[in-house]
């Protein structure tokens, strides 16, 4: 009688121990996505301060998340749980490629942020370069005008504006092949991500 009453309760064990995937199930690479949306929405919601003047802007809540993955918090709670349970470490590999895809987007941002500072730069520097050039041209011309010997028209100040449209073409080209080094399509591994740091 014992010997069956401690394989019932071995059998008991075996059977409760076994993590049944719950109904409906949620696929990994979507649960992926809704955690790295559940990521951003806590990174959005701790970042920005919602005052009376700024209310008109719509708040991101966790169930406009649900119903974009068209999944309920049961559901997501359920297959959280499941994942969590498994000991296999899938959800801390999930864990991880959720933080390499915020260090990517994050990248991202910081080198276009960069870019965008440098154009800005370049675009002031070469303003302030066309209207020197300009007001110098200007100073021969009416040097040239009453000595009448040089004569200075528009076209060499395009000739000069088009010159600096093509380096600024050409800054943009460098600044995407650095985005496109950086992210390498998307899939950079955490160790590379944790270099780059």
Known sequence: MKKLIVLFFIAFLVVSCNDKKPTP?????????????????????NSYVYTVDNDTIPRITINSIFNKHQVDSLSFTENNAYYINLNKGVYYEMQDRIYARIVINQTKFEVD????KVLDTKR???????????????ELSEKSDSAGELKVDGDSIKQLSN???????????????????IVKNDTLSIDTIKRVK
């Open 124 to 138: 002031i520097d070469v303003k302030m370069m066309r209207n020197a050039v300009k007001n110098h041209l200007d």
């Open 25 to 45: 199930f949620i696929e990994k690479s979507k649960m992926e996505e809704i955690l790295y949306d559940i990521a951003m929405l806590y990174a959005i919601n």
């Open 113 to 116: 942020d960069f870019v965008n």
């Open 163 to 181: 010159q600096d449209k093509t380096q600024v073409d050409s800054l943009k080209q460098k600044s995407k092949r650095r985005i496109a080094r």
